[in-house]
């Protein structure tokens, strides 16, 4: 199994990036699909985790309204597409599979990151 991550890269504030996550090995469709996070000298934290049973994707509360998470099945890819960015939202960016949505111990496989920066 690999997830394999990308899009990341340099943004002004303000603007906008999409993140792609490509799984091989795995079905998304079958699959509780997240993005997380993790900033120098923060903890992880989740970004966005969609269930795969209803499709619900809940949001963390300081990227609502700014990042949208989809699914392409066909391409067995996910996506967040990431607008208004602000510099605390500089991060490396992970995402992960598993079969339940929640805290990232859920999730089985992870991506390898990709690095987002965000200048003001």
């Known amino acids: 199994v690999q997830l394999q991550a990308s899009g990341g890269g340099l943004a002004q504030a303000g603007g906008s990036l999409r993140l792609s996550c490509k799984a091989s090995?795995?079905?998304?469709?079958?699959?509780?699909v997240a993005w997380f996070r993790q900033a120098p000298g923060k903890e992880r934290e989740s970004v966005a985790t969609?269930?795969?049973?209803?499709?619900?994707?809940t949001y963390a509360d300081s990227v609502k309204g700014r990042f949208t998470f989809s699914r392409d099945n066909a391409k067995n890819t996910v996506y967040l597409q990431m607008n208004s960015l602000k510099p605390e939202d500089t991060a490396v960016y992970y995402c992960?599979?598993?079969?339940?949505?929640?805290?990232?111990?859920?999730?089985?496989?992870w991506g390898q990151g990709t690095l987002v920066t965000v200048s003001s």
């Open positions: 090995g795995l079905t998304f469709s079958s699959r509780a």
């Open positions: 969609s269930t795969w049973s209803d499709l619900s994707t």
């Open positions: 992960a599979a598993g079969r339940r949505s929640g805290p990232g111990n859920r999730y089985d496989y």
